[in-house]
């Protein structure tokens, strides 16, 4: 679904199917391509800026741990809208190989269009 046939919203939603997708096909250039440099992560850790792509992915198998295998959103819950950012209220579990789940981890993703391109720019996670 294009922008043009539902809005912000769908643009967003679409921004996070990618994401996942790109994350689950361990794809760091479709994954980085998902995401605005900078992009912020605030998590009980602090604060997490990448001013760009090339730790992100690596960064990102380093806190899911080596028995991560895949990841899917629970729900994705748009709480505000712009003509230009949606906040969106999503949980997503992280699974084993065999499907069993490791965790499952409430956020609020921020994603904005920034020069025509809509990109998650900062998240605040429950995540490690």
Known sequence: ?????GG??????????????ALNARDPAALAATLHFPHYRLS??????????????SDFRERAGSDWHHSAWDFRNVVAASPDKVHLDVQFTRYREDGS????????WV???????WAAQLRSSFAT
């Not at 679904?1 to 046939?5: F, G, I, Y």
């Open 1 to 5: 679904m294009s922008e043009a046939e």
């Open 111 to 117: 994603v904005t269009r920034i020069d025509g391109r």
């Open 44 to 57: 009980g850790a602090g604060m997490k800026i990448w001013d760009g792509p090339v730790h992100y992915f």
């Open 8 to 21: 912000p919203e769908a643009a967003a939603l679409v921004v996070l199917d990618r994401h996942i997708a």
């Open 101 to 108: 789940a490791i965790a499952s981890y409430r956020s609020i």
